[in-house]
């Protein structure tokens, strides 16, 4: 099973919140997901990125590949080791 680190959207209209999961590439964007390893707040006054860095590793070791747009946001919270 090929599984994506990807953005699913909860909250209201209007007042998007986005939950960081991993999930199976073939299920849809608010589907079935396997984990959950953070948050995104874009609304908030300053972006708001809560990850748990050893999960998102931990699967990232897995196999598991990133969205361009998570794997930025996973840059902003520290879990890729700049050199």
């Known amino acids: 099973m090929a599984t994506r680190i990807r953005l699913r959207r909860v909250g209201r209209k209007g007042l998007a919140l986005y939950r960081i999961v991993v999930a199976d590439r073939e299920s849809p964007r608010d589907g079935r997901f396997i984990a959950t390893l953070g948050t995104y707040q874009p609304k908030s006054e300053k972006d708001q ?6 999960a998102a590793r931990e699967w990232i070791a897995k196999g598991a590949t990133p969205t361009e ?3 930025s946001l996973l ?4 879990v890729f080791a700049t050199a």
């Open 75 to 78: 840059k902003k919270a520290g």
């Open 69 to 71: 747009t998570v794997a």
């Open 49 to 54: 990125v809560v990850v748990d860095a050893a």
